[in-house]
């Protein structure tokens, strides 16, 4: 289950960590402040590391027939439920009651697409630039009809506006943010953290990145195999 904590509380354990207040004591109103403020920083770095966010969402849009580049946000073309994706996961295409898949592309293999305005019945590719405010989303070929996409894409972690907020993360978020926001204040306190504070900052955040991964899939081209090629029978 999420566990939950408030900013203020947030703040006070990371300085704790750091030995800059003592057990029982409470940050003054400018040092909670200012740790609002490199708490931001923080959750900033987290939403630009696709690995450190965990929340996803799935969404469908109606395209726009012989249109293939869209904004994709909270003031997109596409708008978005929730804030801008920070990374597109899947794509596939819905068009008379059957699905296509959508295949990814970098932002590179589609400018090297030398014809960009042919037309098709639905996508076959996608590509993704992280753009801001909102994200660019290209699709090749050209969709001529206003077909469903439906994406699943990686959602921000919130700002946090006010030291009253609570945050309710995953099991091991609260940790590393804790440690991250300690390293984050060590310089403006004067405060060289020693190597088992580091260690906790490199071991917290290397425990969430690894909870957040998915396994790639290796696939082979049948093609490229040269002879009989054996079923799951065990036959040819």
Known sequence: MPTGITALALITNS???LGVIATGETPTAAEAADGLAALGDVIESYNIEAMSVWESAAQAFTLTPGTAAYTIGPSGTLVTSAPRPVEIEGVYGSFDGVDYRVAPWTYD???AATVKATSTL?????AYLNDYPDGRLFLWPTPAQAITLNVDYSVQI????DLTNVMAFPPGYI???QWELAAELA?????QMDAT???GVRASKAALRKSNRTPSVSRLDVSLLRGPIPTFRGGY
């Open 187 to 191: 310089a403006d306190y004067g405060v």
């Open 109 to 111: 293999q589609y400018m």
């Open 175 to 177: 940790r590393a943010l």
């Open 122 to 126: 639905y996508p076959l590719r996608y």
């Open 158 to 161: 919130p700002a946090l506006t």
């Open 197 to 199: 504070q580091m260690a």
């Open 15 to 17: 300085m704790r960590k």
